[in-house]
């Protein structure tokens, strides 16, 4: 992991709540008001509690296990879990989860979605153990 991302990642983590929170309801003002959110870049888990303007009851979501899949030529982030305490969201949800959603390529922002995508690139999936024994052999 580079410098950089070390540094984001550590800034991720190290940020209240309150102030996310904050920032968050200055940019949705008029369309939602977030009053609950966590957000742990480790165990890829996030949890965002929102009112929608004119509503009375606050959406809730819970997304986990999250990446971002890269080549040489694109990104695509793939949810494996989300559920909502909404059944039209839960729906909506299960339509996209699982699957790799392309992320545009704008040049504009290609270098955040370079950072985006070391700090949530798939964690391994191959056994430990069989690591160990390959190690071992060379």
């Known amino acids: 992991m ?7 990642k550590m800034a991720i983590k190290l940020a209240p709540d309150i102030i996310v929170i904050w920032v968050a309801n200055i940019i949705l003002k008029g ?12 165990t890829r888990q996030a949890y965002v509690k929102a009112t929608l303007a004119g509503e009375e009851e606050p959406i809730e979501v819970w997304l986990n296990d999250f990446a971002i899949v890269s080549d040489e030529n694109s990104h695509q ?3 494996h ?16 989860t699982g699957k790799a ?7 504009q922002f290609k270098d955040q979605i370079e950072l985006a995508a070391e ?4 964690e391994s999936t191959e056994p430990e153990e069989r690591q160990d024994t390959e190690r071992e052999d060379d």
Do not use: G, H, M, T
Not at 31 to 42: G, M, P, Q, V
Not at 119 to 122: Q, R, S
């Open 81 to 96: 879990q989300a559920q909502s305490n909404r059944l039209w969201l839960n729906n909506l949800l299960s339509r996209i």
């Open 2 to 8: 580079s410098l950089k991302s070390s540094l984001v």
């Open 101 to 107: 959603w392309e992320i545009p390529e704008l040049p």
């Open 77 to 79: 982030l793939i949810i």
């Open 119 to 122: 700090l949530f690139k798939p």
């Open 31 to 42: 369309i939602a008001e977030l009053s609950d959110f966590s957000f742990d870049i480790d």
